[in-house]
């Protein structure tokens, strides 16, 4: 509904329509855009350009601005670790306050966007974010959207909550104590120089973790038993394995992860690259057998896995399977 009201009058109303300031010589174009919300502050500009009376748009009860709207969608997805942007033509934006694993519940944002005239719009899941990463934005299609349908996003939010899932948070890094065990006899034996522990330790720093120590063996099943639990007693809480993964007979690296007494969780994954990673836990240390893509390709099953570990998740099977969807990444 529109009605001409004195400028004084209008404060809490809504614009239906752009208004122009011209200034002869210097601007012309936009002083307030449409659905502007007019506050007591907005007064003297209106004035300026000459507006004593104005049209504005009353809001009917069960209808709610875009912004406030936007606002609330906002303030119902938010958890741990984020911060909200103010409300700008209909929009709000959630973001990161840390260097975390960001957690988005997908069920949830796939309901919500179900809903007619309300939108949620994210990043994926475990995806390693920085401080001021966007996370979330969120919106409705229409100037004026009836309030239902936000409630109805609100409850949602509140019944999934009540389920025990997490709509959306940051999950910070922990600083894990890290052992590396370098396999094979070229490297061993100063053939070659080892190429992987320095791309692991610069992944693993970058999470805010640290390589406490690393050590070289051959080739050979009881000498990674014997490392393995070496580092076990030093209290490491990731143990990391490079190299001898692949299924040629000398390649003992995963008979020897086993052979340690770990829990497999997983030889292999469906992503490529980091097909032939191995996933395993000796007690509650989660032990890593690396493929030699680690060392050459950017972006591997490592370093999807990695991050999630050092923000302290267990990796299950149903984890490894869900790679697959998207886990192309090999020309």
Request: charged share 25%; proline share 5%; glycine share 10%.
């Amino acid at each position: 509904m529109l009605r001409e009201v004195k400028v004084e009058d209008a404060i809490g109303m809504i614009l239906p329509h752009d208004l122009t300031q011209i200034l002869p010589g210097e601007f012309k174009g936009r002083l307030f855009r449409k659905g502007h919300q007019v506050t007591e502050a907005d007064i003297p500009a209106l004035l300026s350009i000459g507006k004593e009376h104005i049209y504005v748009m009353e809001l009917q009860p069960g209808y709610l601005h875009e912004d406030e709207a936007a606002l609330r969608m906002a303030q119902a997805v938010a958890g741990n670790n984020v911060s909200l942007t103010e409300p700008h033509e209909g929009k709000v934006n959630v973001k990161s306050t840390i260097h975390g694993l960001a957690k988005v519940d997908k069920i949830f944002i796939d309901r919500v966007n179900e809903i007619d005239e309300v939108v949620l719009s994210t990043i994926r899941t475990n995806v390693v974010v920085q401080p001021g990463a966007s996370l979330i934005g969120t919106r409705v299609i229409p100037l004026i959207v009836d309030e239902a349908r936000v409630e109805a996003v609100e409850r949602l939010a509140a019944a999934r909550k009540d389920e025990g899932f997490t709509l959306l948070e940051v999950k910070p890094f922990r600083k894990l104590r890290v052992g590396v065990i370098t396999t094979g006899s070229e490297v061993f034996k100063g053939r070659i120089k080892d190429k992987f522990g320095p791309v692991v330790k610069e992944k693993v720093a970058e999470l805010g973790s640290e390589v406490v120590d690393q050590r070289y063996v051959l080739d050979d099943g009881e000498a990674i038993v014997g490392e393995i639990h070496a580092l076990l007693a030093q209290g490491v809480d990731l143990i990391l394995v490079t190299g001898g993964m692949s299924v040629d007979p000398d390649d003992r690296t995963p008979g020897a992860i086993k052979q340690a007494g770990a829990r497999i969780v997983s030889y292999g994954t469906p992503m490529l690259p980091g097909s032939m990673l191995m996933i395993a836990y000796l007690g509650d240390v989660p032990i890593m057998g690396l493929p030699g893509c680690v060392m050459h390709d950017p972006y591997t099953s490592f370093d999807v896995l990695l991050p999630r570990i050092c923000a302290g998740e267990e990796i299950v099977r149903s984890d490894i399977t869900e790679m697959g969807y998207g886990g192309f990444y090999q020309c």
